[in-house]
């Protein structure tokens, strides 16, 4: 005899069918404890830009993003004490020493690459290139055109020490060079300086950076060994502290999907030394592109379980 579905037992199906969607999509949010996000940010702008998508995007699904400046050394020393969570700017192979550590401590865990076409190494005013020098090789031979310095960033950086080792080691005849440390403002400003006076200056230079729109530079060759290959081609990781991906899935998942490219780094990073906060920066570029979220928030809830997508165009407006 075939049996027949009363309403009373179809809307009893009909609630355990409820029940299961609203218990899956609560399954999807993540604990109390994964509210607040701790970004690390060494105060390099491509890495402000890159934590002013993330905040924003995170905001608007109910996170709480605390992103703290702290120098590369001391950032990751944070991870492995669990004080940060996640880091938008592992450059590599610039940062394989750190990364090495890190890894030997088992304290990170890579969730992307979310940048590709990056480059990083010395550079020189075009003007100067002209003049002769365009290769690491050229420096030794022209110590009175720059005076003998070679302008890094911040105190700690991986890429102040590649210098700094090249110094010491007396390589493209750069023995007794001085490396003036700064911070990235600070650096680019003395390049402004040079080359309004005409004088030779050699700096780290990268992209994205609108550094490469500001100033007609050439990057140097022949820094392989130090700086990698392709004029130190580089790709940009997002790592997390062990452990965190898997207490907080649901952010880790968003982190996993979120890359970015050099024009739109560019964008924002101009925006940003332009004199916009990071945030305002983000979110107008954010109205303005919003398909590149469809990626991002594909299976993201917010941070209560509800669907991600739409609660971050909803605020932002879209």
Known sequence: MRK???????????ATLAMLFIT?????????????????????TDITATNGVAAVVLEALGYEPDVKTLSVPIGYQSMKNGEIDVFLG????????????????QAIEVLAKNLEGA????????????????????????????ESKIYGIEPGAPANANIQKMIDAGEFGLKGWELVESGEQAMLAQVERATKEGKGVVFLAWAPHPMNERFDLT??????????ANYGGAEVYTLARTGWSGNCPNAATLFKQMTFDVSMENVLMGEILG?????????????ANPAVMDAWLQGVTTFDGQPGDAAVKSALGL
């Open 24 to 44: 899956t999509a609560a399954a999807a949010a993540d604990a109390e404890s994964c509210k607040v996000v701790r970004l690390s940010d060494p105060g390099w």
């Open 119 to 146: 480059k990083f190494t010395l550079a020189v005013p075009t003007a100067v290139a002209e003049k002769g020098v365009k290769d690491f090789a050229d420096l030794g031979k022209n110590p009175d055109e720059f």
């Open 90 to 105: 592992n450059w590599m192979p610039a940062q394989q020493a750190f990364i090495d550590d890190l890894n030997g401590a």
């Open 219 to 228: 990057y140097l060759s022949g820094g392989d060994a130090y700086f990698g």
């Open 275 to 287: 004199g916009k906060d990071s945030k305002e920066a983000a979110t107008e570029w954010l109205k």
């Open 4 to 14: 027949t579905l009363t309403s009373g037992t179809r809307l009893g199906g009909l």
